[in-house]
């Protein structure tokens, strides 16, 4: 068995200043697990935050190879991690061991990902404008621009990815990437988990030669306000609900001094069914689309909450179709007690609600979630009806019938905003509504056609982010490359020695990195 000291991470350190014990418990049997971790105090989060202040001091000067290396080695600590650790994760989230030695990779294949950033230098974003002393009227001065990290991030763990979403996870990466220490908060779902992965990013940070403080780890609850409300505290990353999000978003915007917040909250991702698709294979879709809901428990940031599709004979095949996949779905155990507890109260509203039709599951009763399919009446979502909109968190989807295209777009327009949207349709389907696709792109961060949602690729395209309330700020990323941008700021040098600038912005640039120079992108030095 492994030991856990169930300690806080602070500067390196392991720290307990508070007698409070808190229990991991096994997901499956709500049994409490053989590890105590200790509730962290104010002054303990005081101290997490001044760590990383300080360390950022010397962390943020590195080059970018030099974190590379870091971020290199925080992924080889992780996947050195073994069977012992595979089988406490699936204690304490009842998650297949396949699914955690997936999102393990993950894990680990996005610290490599942006180690890779790092190496290519884009992320500085380097602009450069010469000086043009000749310049009529008025003579331009040289300017030049790079970005750096905007200081210590605050990190929240997920409940629904104990690895992948948590303290190794996309948020730290990417602060760790962008030149920012973390002070991450792990989730009480899976504490045992993260104190193995903090362990990991120590002997990481010990085998680079990190500065002291560059990763900090804090346990309990109640110690998220301290740790927004820190001075020190430069941003804040967060997945999980749509009142945890808004309660950090509006501690961070009453600071003295008010700071972003990234968070990630709700989404019910529309899927949209087209004519042409349910005529051909409406039997196949509804196999495809149960088994989406149904993924891991329905336990998916991208679950696909709400189903739309025209009236028509085919649609009625179609939700016929779908009523059996639904009803022949086993129940699955949930990552914790308190999302059991949550997907019941959502179910109790949608059976309540006069609008709303069960369609197919049997009665939520026992320790494990049971599939459910419902249908509303689509003048529920145009009279903007909050339930129809809220994200029931676990295997549970809606169907909306609406009754010809114009309603369609109405019904579109009337949905907040979203992390997904999926269109199955065939290819003539496709083209005569391409109409939807303005309509989309206001609403969504990711548009897929004839795929689900759930199922989130980590490489350079991939936007997994979208208008409020999917999250609070809609022109980043949680997932892919471009998340680095959240955790970067831009600082400008007029009229500076050559010899004096950061490396990116030199003359003779050391780095291999593409740069704006007066207009024009080159990858060669300017001297």
């Not at 499956?28 to 101290?47: K, N």
């Not at 600590?77 to 994760?89: H, M, P, R």
Request: aromatic fraction near 6%.
């Amino acid at each position: 068995m492994l030991t856990l000291l169930g300690q806080n991470f602070i500067a390196g350190e392991r720290s307990t200043d508070g007698e409070q014990r808190l229990k991991s418990l096994d997901a499956s049997t709500g049994q409490p697990l053989p590890y105590d971790f200790f509730q962290a105090t104010e002054a303990e989060v005081d101290r997490a935050a001044l760590a990383a202040e300080n360390a950022f001091v010397e962390y943020r000067q590195l080059s970018p190879a030099r974190r590379a290396e870091f971020l290199d080695t925080i992924a080889d600590e992780i996947d050195q991690l073994g069977e012992d650790f595979d089988a406490i994760v699936c204690q304490e989230t009842a998650l297949p061991a396949g699914r955690i030695q997936g999102e393990r990779a993950r894990t680990s294949g996005q610290m490599r990902l942006f180690a890779n950033v790092l190496r290519r230098g884009d992320f500085l974003g380097a602009r450069i404008d010469l000086a043009l002393p000749d310049r009529t009227p008025l003579p331009r001065v040289d300017l030049r621009q790079y970005r750096i990290g905007v200081g210590p991030v605050a990190v929240f763990g997920a409940s629904n990815f104990p690895l992948a979403f948590s303290t190794a996870g996309g948020d730290t990466a990417a602060a760790l990437a962008a030149g920012c220490p973390v002070v991450f908060k792990a989730h009480s779902g899976h504490m045992a988990t993260a104190d193995q992965v903090g362990c990991a990013i120590i002997r990481a940070a010990e085998r680079s030669g990190m500065p002291k403080g560059v990763f900090n780890m804090i346990f309990g609850s109640g110690v998220g306000e301290w740790l927004v409300k820190h001075p020190a505290i430069q941003a804040v990353g967060f997945t999980g609900s749509l009142g945890g999000g808004n309660a950090l978003c509006k501690m961070a915007a009453a600071r003295p001094q008010p700071i972003p917040v990234f968070a990630e909250m709700s989404s019910i991702n529309p899927v949209v069914l087209l004519p042409d698709a349910l005529s051909a294979r409406g039997e196949t879709v509804a196999r495809d689309l149960a088994a989406s809901v149904v993924m891991g428990c329905g336990q998916f940031c991208t679950n696909p909450g709400l189903v739309i599709g025209i009236k028509s004979p085919q649609f009625a095949q179609f939700l016929e179709h779908l009523q059996g996949q639904m009803t022949v779905q086993a129940p699955q155990t949930m990552l914790n007690a308190g999302g059991l507890r949550s997907y019941s109260k959502g179910l109790e509203h949608l059976h309540a609600h006069p609008g709303i039709t069960h369609l197919a599951g049997s009665e939520q009763t026992g320790n494990q979630a049971r599939p459910q399919l419902f249908k509303a009446d689509v003048s529920l979502l145009l009279e903007g009806d909050e339930l129809l909109q809220e994200e029931v968190f676990g295997p549970t989807t809606i169907v909306i019938e609406v009754a010809d295209d114009h309603e369609l777009k109405l019904a579109l327009h009337s949905l907040r905003g979203q992390l997904t949207a999926t269109l199955i349709g065939e290819p003539a389907d496709l083209q005569q509504y391409q109409w939807l696709v303005p309509v989309l792109e206001q609403k969504v961060g990711r548009i897929l056609v004839n795929g689900y949602p759930t199922g989130v690729e980590v490489c350079e395209a991939m936007v997994h982010g979208g208008p409020y309330p999917a999250t609070s700020d809609s022109r980043g990323t949680s997932v892919g490359t471009l998340a680095i941008d959240r955790f970067l700021r831009p600082v400008c040098f007029q009229n500076y020695p050559d010899a004096l600038l950061p490396a990116a912005l030199q003359n003779s640039n050391p780095l291999k990195l593409k740069r704006l120079v007066n207009s024009e992108w080159s990858d060669a030095a300017i001297g």
